[in-house]
């Protein structure tokens, strides 16, 4: 098992990683703002399943695929950017007279867990990060190596759930105070389309360079 040292040193790397705000949070924000503060709660918690699979990827050397193969790594960006952007266009062709409708049939929590899971499995960027950062702290003369990126991941997990739920809960309470507001209430979709979109963009065109 690490030293206390090593543990303090990882949470403390990891606090401040957390601290900036990233895609994931920004994503969460969203969900949350549109649908409500559960949805950006079952929302996060789909990203830390997805992250759970990064870190025992990144445990059992399966992110290597993605760092040696130009290919694999293409085709995971921009299907990742592809559902986000799909998601985005569907919030935009939301019609007003069947959001309602709409909306109710979105906060299924079955459905938004596997939309914000699927966004974060389909981050190739995400499973690089996992690949590159965890193994900075094992120790091979402290146990199975396997064993210590699954213990880091794993705490790394609890700590962005943790994070991504409050920035959920904040987005959702401030966006039910705003819901009073008619203006509001016609530029929401669109705002939050609009994210989506971006967001999916901004996957597509960054570098496939390996981080």
Known sequence: MPTLTTLSLFLLAA??????????????????????????VVSAAGIGIADLVHTAAAAFGLSALLL???????????????????????????????????????????????????????????????????PQFVDPTRGAIAVQILLFGSLYVVLGLFSLSVYGLLAGTLAQWLKGNASFQKIQRYITGSIYIALGLTAAFAGSEKK
Do not use: C, W
Request: proline fraction near 4%.
């Open 68 to 134: 040696t193969s130009a290919l694999a790594f293409t085709v995971v960006k921009y299907l990742g950017a592809a559902y986000l952007i799909y998601l985005g266009i569907r919030t935009l062709l939301r019609r007003d007279t069947h959001q309602a409708t709409s909306s109710t049939e979105q906060k299924s929590p079955s459905r938004m867990f596997f939309q914000g899971m699927m966004v974060e499995l389909l981050n190739p960027k995400t499973a690089l990060f996992f690949f590159a950062f965890l």
């Open 15 to 40: 606090l401040g990683l957390l601290f900036i705000p990233g895609p994931a949070v920004l994503y969460v924000v969203t969900r949350s703002v549109d649908q409500g503060r559960n949805a950006g």
